[in-house]
Nanobody
Framework: QVQLVESGGGLVQAGGSLRLSCAASTRTFSTYTMGWFRQAPGKERKFVAA????????YYAESVQGRFAMSRDNAKNTVYLQMSSLKPEDTAVYYC??????????????????WGQGIQVTVSS
């Protein structure tokens, strides 16, 4: 069982920045592809970003491309999501997730094995 704990959320004005962190409680952290998803009120959960186990490959939703950057520190069992130029439409609960199967779609939420509890990000206009 892998526990994921997000931190760093909060309230920010449009145009501002936030950095989310996700700490994992597993010694095999480096074997997981990690992803970030978000869910706005009344909407389905959507893919935001993912990073492969070795940190070389990163993938982003079109809506955040060029504004968000995902990274990982395997020595600290932690992934990060640096969010810049935030917009009100980025307001959502953000979830960290871990995917054990390699070579599969990183944007499909149902394929992920473990999820964090989520953290609120609110962007005011």
């Amino acid at each position: 069982q892998v526990q994921l704990v997000e931190s760093g959320g909060g309230l920010v004005q449009a145009g501002g920045s936030l950095r989310l962190s996700c700490a994992a409680s597993t010694r095999t952290f480096s074997t997981y592809t990690m992803g970030w998803f978000r869910q706005a009120p009344g909407k389905e959960r959507k893919f935001v970003a993912a990073i492969l186990r070795n940190g070389v490959g990163t993938y982003y939703a079109e809506s955040v491309q060029g504004r968000f950057a995902m990274s990982r520190d395997n020595a600290k069992n932690t992934v990060y999501l640096q969010m810049s130029s935030l917009k009100p439409e980025d307001t959502a609960v953000y979830y960290c997730a871990a995917l054990s199967k390699y070579g599969t779609s990183v944007s499909t939420s149902t394929l992920y094995d473990y999820w964090g509890q989520g953290i609120q990000v609110t962007v005011s206009s």
